[in-house]
């Protein structure tokens, strides 16, 4: 009499079978990653040998990041960003060639509906904090300048806290900034020098991070992102080379090439740098 599951090769190993199951459509990109994911799953299973409860309490860690994640706080994806997940994807989705300035996770203070602003604004809004004078250049890959490539930038105040964090505290767009290159490429604009900040530890995660022993706090940076016809996006960090956290970030954005001085040796706060940015396929194709 035949066993119901022959099909499905009931007596190989249970990945086997996995495999057998969701991957007969692997022209439908969710159910053959959500195939390959239980297969890597099952062999982490194999290696741990878990008991019941320590799998029911992974279980229950992934059931309260569910139904702690709101409109206002996805709890998921600062669980991505704290495995080095949300970095990972970036570096896969942005191959770029040596000397071009690379990606890192755009996190979640991003706002898309900052207001556009005149060359030397000051974006400090309540005049908290040290000034410091931010100056920079967009080119390409030759060195050639981008004319009105669009500059947005945003980050915390001198306290760690950004605009969107403090509604109460801050005014609208405070350390928020949209700009447009000039003929030559260039852009510059005031703030303040922003102080670093742990990332949300009163969730799942962030007990996760804290169960683990692992520092919580993000080296200061300013955050930037940048478009231009022709060019691939830039999203990406500038982070301030003094300070003490950089190779502890849990978001695992800091590369060499982003750390700069946002101090000179006059003691004067200002940060000088370029965004080299790559032609899309389709622009290299003309």
């Keep these: ?20 199951r969701f991957g007969r459509r692997r022209d439908e990109a969710l159910p053959h990653a959500i195939s390959s994911f239980a297969i890597h799953l099952h062999a982490l299973v194999r290696e741990l040998q878990p008991s019941r409860d320590e799998w029911r309490s992974f279980m229950s860690l992934l059931r309260d990041i569910g139904d702690y994640s709101h409109d206002r706080r996805d709890e998921w994806m600062l669980a991505s960003d704290l495995l080095g997940i949300s970095a990972l994807v970036e570096d896969i989705n942005n191959r770029r060639p040596a000397g071009a300035t690379p990606n890192t996770p755009r996190g979640p203070f ?9 060359l030397g604004s000051d974006i400090c809004l309540d005049g908290k904090g040290e000034p410091l004078y931010v100056r920079g250049q967009v080119v390409d890959l030759q060195g050639t300048p981008i004319t009105s490539a669009e500059v947005t930038t945003w980050q915390a105040n001198a306290l760690g806290f950004y605009e969107n964090q403090q509604p109460d505290d801050q005014p609208e767009f405070n350390l928020r900034g949209r700009f447009v290159t000039d003929k030559a490429g260039h852009f510059h604009y005031r703030t303040i020098r922003p102080s670093g900040y742990p990332v949300p530890l009163d969730g799942p995660a962030g007990e996760l991070l804290k169960r683990a022993g692992l520092p919580p706090r993000r080296p200061a940076h300013l955050q930037f992102h940048v478009a231009a016809a022709g060019f691939e996006t830039i999203t990406t960090h500038l982070f301030d080379a003094d300070d003490p956290h950089l190779a502890s970030d849990p978001l695992f954005a800091v590369k060499p090439e982003l750390v700069k001085p946002f101090r000179r040796g006059d003691g004067r706060h200002e940060l000088e740098c370029t965004f080299v940015m790559v032609r899309t396929p389709e622009e290299i194709s003309r």
Aim: proline letters at 14%; zero cysteines.
């Design 110 to 118: 991003y706002r898309s509906d900052v207001p556009l602003l005149p």
């Design 1 to 20: 009499m035949a066993v119901p599951f022959d099909a499905f090769g009931a007596s190989a190993p249970l990945a086997d079978q996995l495999a057998g």
